[in-house]
Nanobody, 124 residues
Framework: DVQLQASGGGLVQPGGSLRLSCAAS????????ISWFRQAPGKEGEGVSC????????WYADSVKGQFVISRDNAKNTVYLQMNGLKPEDTAAYYC?????????????????WGQGTQVTVSS
């Protein structure tokens, strides 16, 4: 059973940091493409970042380049999203998604497996 478990969200002040985790089970995450999406109330969902399988190449949305860093720990079968310099506009539910082959990482329909969301709220 392929499962993704997202965690690490919370309430943080502007300028603060959070690290989200996406723990994978039922498959070897290092061979799959794993991405983070976010959904804010009243807004369209947005692809945030992606890490590929064997080459571990990465992709970031323009809105988070230089601010977020995606990484993977193969021993823990987990992908992380380090979020720095958080802004109120980063407030959203964050979801991780995975699939074996992904041509367009920012497109949610490319992914067959999704974790539950973890809420990130940036507010003073």
């Amino acid at each position: 059973d392929v499962q993704l478990q997202a965690s690490g969200g919370g309430l943080v002040q502007p300028g603060g940091s959070l690290r989200l985790s996406c723990a994978a089970s039922g498959f070897t995450a290092s061979y799959w493409v794993i991405s983070w999406f976010r959904q804010a109330p009243g807004k369209e969902g947005e692809g945030v970042s992606c890490i590929s399988g064997s080459e571990s190449s990465t992709w970031y949305a323009d809105s988070v380049k230089g601010q977020f860093v995606i990484s993977r720990d193969n021993a823990k079968n987990t992908v992380y999203l380090q979020m720095n310099g958080l802004k109120p506009e980063d407030t959203a539910a964050y979801y991780c998604a995975a699939d074996i082959v992904v041509l367009r990482p920012q497109e949610p329909h490319e992914y067959g497996y999704w974790g539950q969301g973890t809420q990130v709220t940036v507010s003073s």
